[in-house]
Nanobody, 125 residues
Framework: QVQLVESGGGLVQAGGSLRLSCAASGRRVSQYTMAWLRQAPGKGREFVAAIAWGGGSTYYAHAVEGRFTVSRDNAKNTVDLQMTSMEPEDTAIYFC??????????????????WGQGTQVTVSS
């Protein structure tokens, strides 16, 4: 059974930083595409960042490129999302998800087969 557990959410001021972590069990993060998506109040779930299996190519949504960094620790079997220069628009529930596809349409939520429970991130202005 695959389980994804997010941690690290919280309240941060605009311009600040926060680091999220996703601990995986039942699946090696180095062997599957791992992604972060978020859902703001009243909006649909949107892609944030992903790291592909194998070589570890990374992909980012335009809104976070240059501010967020996705990485993985194969030994710990975790995937992190380092968020810097945060903006109130980054306020959302952040979800970790995994896909068997190498380079899927990351915005299509149906390509992910397992999800974490989410962690709340709130950025105050």
């Amino acid at each position: 059974q695959v389980q994804l557990v997010e941690s690290g959410g919280g309240l941060v001021q605009a311009g600040g930083s926060l680091r999220l972590s996703c601990a995986a069990s039942g699946r090696r993060v180095s062997q599957y595409t791992m992604a972060w998506l978020r859902q703001a109040p009243g909006k649909g779930r949107e892609f944030v960042a992903a790291i592909a299996w194998g070589g570890g190519s990374t992909y980012y949504a335009h809104a976070v490129e240059g501010r967020f960094t996705v990485s993985r620790d194969n030994a710990k079997n975790t995937v992190d999302l380092q968020m810097t220069s945060m903006e109130p628009e980054d306020t959302a529930i952040y979800f970790c998800a995994t896909s068997t596809y190498l380079q899927p349409n990351f915005a299509d939520t149906s390509v992910y087969d397992y999800w974490g429970q989410g962690t709340q991130v709130t950025v105050s202005s």
